[in-house]
């Protein structure tokens, strides 16, 4: 072993098998790894990450113009992994059951694949994702208590709606208040577009694992993370339905 730091691009590895030896190997060398799930320096997502607490049902959609490059895999390494990595790192639970179908067009292996994953907690997610569309898309939507979060990973934009009780001083004639059935009151919905800073997200990943490295502290996205992913990607593979066309 050289004892160096190590950059490893998604996935982590090419089977779960291979990533469960990395942790022992990289575990006995003390070195860090940090993995290159880019998405996570995503300007859009990052202006809200702070806001996502405690999501209950995240649906996210990934779609791209066909490219014949990454047809011999399938489309949840090629495109979803991104997604699945988002959703992991935003809920805090684990993984109780995970549904999955897919449709193979122009491959031998699924170009339009849609998994469910639901865990522990009660939170469920919804994942598209698609090589085959008319046009590309990266969005993703976060639902949670008294609040709806939207971040578009493509257009680098970004939006939190809030559904609150209205206050009683409420002297707002412009505001956007809806009255709730059944004597519940009423509630005040505030739209928030949070500031993003401009940022080359490839280059802020290296920084801050070149930050983990000499200050010692764990990666963004650990090697931990990365290995998480790949199971939960192998499992929506496992588990696809695919109907070939």
């Avoid at 009255?179 to 949070?194: A, W």
């Avoid at 930050?211 to 290995?227: E, K």
Wanted: aromatic letters at 6%.
């Amino acid at each position: 072993m050289a004892g160096r730091h190590i950059f490893i691009e998604k996935p982590v590895t090419a089977t779960v098998k291979e990533a469960r030896e990395l942790i022992k190997i990289i575990d006995e060398a003390n070195v860090k790894v940090q993995v290159g799930h880019v998405e996570r320096f995503n300007q859009a997502f990052m202006a809200v990450q702070s806001s996502i607490i405690n999501p209950m049902f995240i649906e996210t959609h990934r779609l791209a113009q066909f490219n014949p490059r990454g047809t011999d895999v399938s489309v949840v390494l090629d495109l979803m992994i991104h997604d699945i990595d988002i959703v992991l790192h935003t809920v805090k639970s684990p993984v109780k059951k995970i549904y999955a179908n897919g449709v193979a067009i122009v491959s031998n292996t699924p170009d339009i694949a849609n998994a469910r994953i639901e865990f522990a907690n009660g939170c469920v997610c919804n994942l598209t994702a698609s090589r085959i569309s008319m046009k590309n898309m990266r969005k993703s939507r976060f639902f949670q208590s008294e609040a709806y979060i939207s971040v578009d990973f493509l257009e680098k934009k970004c939006e939190i709606i809030k559904i609150q009780p209205t206050p009683a001083d409420l002297n707002d004639p412009f505001a956007m208040v809806i009255d709730l059935p059944n004597d519940k009151g009423s509630r005040l919905i505030s739209v928030e577009h949070p500031p993003i800073q401009e940022v080359n997200a490839i280059k802020h990943e290296l920084t801050l694992f070149a930050h983990s490295i000499n200050n010692n502290t764990t990666p963004v996205v650990s090697l931990a993370d990365g290995v998480r992913v790949l199971e939960t990607a192998q499992q929506i593979i496992d588990r696809l339905q695919t109907i070939n066309v």
